[in-house]
């Protein structure tokens, strides 16, 4: 209000500044929302250029490795090229895949990328509550930004993303059909979380991954079955022909390393008699009759293979005491040697670098009953 008495021409003055100023501030106020508004719009275009270079980076990556694992065969390849696709479309420090063990709800790693240990066929994952459990039961993709601390998860592989320094950890499905085939794993060393398009990108991936991975283990088994076919008939060959005794077991060691880990070969006699065992024939030093409680007689016990990827832990749960000659290898397989319903020995492969599969328990199981057909006739010839 103005003060009373106030001259006309001053009243008029200060009408004019209050005027002016109401002005100044509507321009400001509209300079402001100007300056909101490109500000918007300029975020909102870099953002929808991101996204037109991210799907152009996408498409690419997806394109060309694509093609690159459709045009292999090699099981080896296929898997290098999808870990390495999958961290060029997110950036991840480390990346593995694990693929599941014929016959089982197991998942074995294959490959992997980024990591500082030698993790390649030595962890097993799909059971408890770890990440792999998760992804086997919803065929999801999950993630969390911190491993080691996260609640939801089970310690069993704490030790493994400890030393490797894995915080952030998304672990994605790789399916056929309905099935869970492999999984692909991808950490970062911080807390750098994964995007819901890291989980899209990374999952169209693996939805070509399956079907490449599966042809390339396809192929590898068919030449597995080949080879094996061509070393059953060199070994039946030296089994039933006119090798003497001593020298049969050395023939068959370099046959038996053409399809598996042979390098730590044990071949034992078992006599009813003497309720003992005797050394056949060993690919290095390092057994004596006094190791007849190892693994070796828990599978004269139960007349059925074992095959274990922990041969300590399998040994500390069925109470036997391993046998020095393992001493340093994880992994380990027996069958027993039987014919005409008669146990005449066992056969056990040890190795330090993979474990031993169903196929390879085929094959030894194989080996072991020509074997012990060729045991049971010494009083023939």
Same mark, same amino acid.
């Given at each position: 209000?103005?003060? &009373?008495?106030?001259?006309?021409?001053?009243?008029?003055?200060?009408?004019?500044?209050?005027?002016?100023?109401?002005?100044?501030?509507?321009?400001?106020?509209?300079?402001?929302?100007?300056?909101?508004?490109?500000?918007?719009?300029?975020?909102?275009?870099?953002?929808?250029?991101?996204?037109?270079?991210?799907?152009?980076?996408?498409?690419?990556?997806?394109?060309?490795?694509?093609?690159?694992?459709?045009?292999?065969?090699?099981?080896?390849?296929?898997?290098?090229?999808?870990?390495?696709?999958?961290?060029?479309?997110?950036?991840?420090?480390?990346?593995?895949?694990?693929?599941?063990?014929?016959?089982?709800?197991?998942?074995?790693?294959?490959?992997?990328?980024?990591?500082?240990? =030698?993790?390649?066929?030595?962890?097993?994952?799909?059971?408890?509550?770890?990440?792999?459990?998760?992804?086997?039961?919803?065929?999801?993709?999950?993630?969390?930004?911190?491993?080691?601390?996260? &609640?939801?998860?089970?310690?069993?592989?704490?030790?493994?993303?400890?030393?490797?320094?894995?915080?952030?950890?998304?672990?994605?499905?790789?399916?056929?059909?309905?099935?869970?085939?492999?999984?692909?794993?991808?950490?970062?060393?911080?807390?750098?979380?994964?995007?819901?398009?890291?989980?899209?990108?990374?999952?169209?991936?693996?939805?070509?991954?399956?079907?490449?991975?599966?042809?390339?283990?396809?192929?590898?088994?068919?030449?597995?079955?080949?080879?094996?076919?061509?070393?059953?008939?060199?070994?039946?060959?030296?089994?039933?022909?006119?090798?003497? =005794?001593?020298?049969?077991?050395?023939?068959?060691? &370099?046959?038996?390393?053409?399809?598996?880990?042979?390098?730590?070969?044990?071949?034992?006699?078992?006599?009813?008699?003497?309720?003992?065992?005797?050394?056949?024939?060993?690919?290095?030093?390092?057994?004596?009759?006094? =190791?007849?409680?190892?693994?070796?007689?828990?599978?004269?016990?139960?007349?059925?293979?074992?095959?274990?990827?922990?041969?300590?832990?399998?040994?500390?749960?069925?109470?036997?005491?391993?046998?020095?000659?393992?001493?340093?290898?994880?992994?380990?397989?027996?069958?027993?040697?039987?014919?005409?319903?008669?146990?005449?020995?066992?056969?056990?492969?040890?190795?330090?670098?993979? &474990?031993?599969?169903?196929?390879?328990?085929?094959?030894?199981?194989?080996?072991?009953?020509?074997?012990?057909?060729?045991?049971?006739?010494?009083?023939?010839?």
């Amino acid at each position: 209000m103005d003060p &009373p008495g106030l001259h006309p021409t001053r009243k008029l003055a200060v009408e004019n500044e209050r005027l002016r100023l109401r002005i100044e501030a509507l321009e400001r106020l509209a300079a402001e929302s100007r300056l909101a508004e490109e500000a918007r719009r300029e975020t909102e275009e870099r953002g929808r250029r991101g996204a037109e270079e991210r799907r152009r980076h996408e498409a690419d990556v997806l394109g060309r490795v694509t093609s690159e694992i459709n045009a292999s065969l090699n099981l080896d390849t296929v898997l290098q090229r999808v870990a390495e696709g999958a961290r060029e479309l997110c950036g991840a420090d480390v990346v593995g895949v694990a693929l599941r063990e014929t016959g089982s709800e197991t998942m074995v790693f294959r490959y992997w990328s980024g990591a500082r240990g =030698d993790t390649n066929d030595s962890l097993r994952v799909g059971e408890g509550t770890g990440l792999a459990a998760r992804v086997l039961k919803t065929r999801r993709t999950v993630g969390t930004a911190g491993y080691s601390s996260d &609640p939801r998860i089970s310690r069993d592989y704490v030790e493994v993303a400890d030393r490797e320094t894995i915080t952030a950890l998304m672990a994605v499905p790789i399916l056929l059909g309905s099935r869970v085939e492999g999984i692909l794993y991808l950490g970062n060393h911080t807390a750098r979380l994964f995007t819901e398009a890291d989980e899209t990108s990374v999952q169209r991936l693996a939805d070509h991954a399956g079907v490449a991975i599966q042809n390339a283990r396809q192929f590898r088994g068919h030449v597995r079955r080949q080879e094996e076919l061509a070393v059953l008939y060199e070994i039946t060959r030296a089994v039933t022909g006119p090798l003497p =005794d001593e020298a049969l077991m050395p023939a068959l060691h &370099p046959l038996l390393g053409r399809l598996l880990d042979a390098r730590h070969l044990l071949a034992l006699g078992w006599s009813e008699e003497r309720r003992a065992f005797s050394l056949l024939w060993a690919s290095g030093p390092g057994w004596t009759p006094a =190791d007849n409680a190892g693994l070796e007689g828990r599978v004269l016990e139960t007349q059925q293979p074992l095959r274990t990827a922990d041969y300590l832990a399998t040994c500390a749960a069925e109470g036997r005491a391993p046998v020095p000659y393992a001493r340093g290898l994880r992994y380990a397989l027996t069958v027993p040697m039987r014919a005409a319903g008669r146990t005449t020995g066992v056969l056990s492969l040890w190795s330090g670098e993979r &474990p031993y599969s169903r196929a390879d328990e085929e094959m030894m199981g194989t080996v072991a009953a020509l074997l012990a057909l060729r045991l049971t006739r010494p009083s023939e010839r």
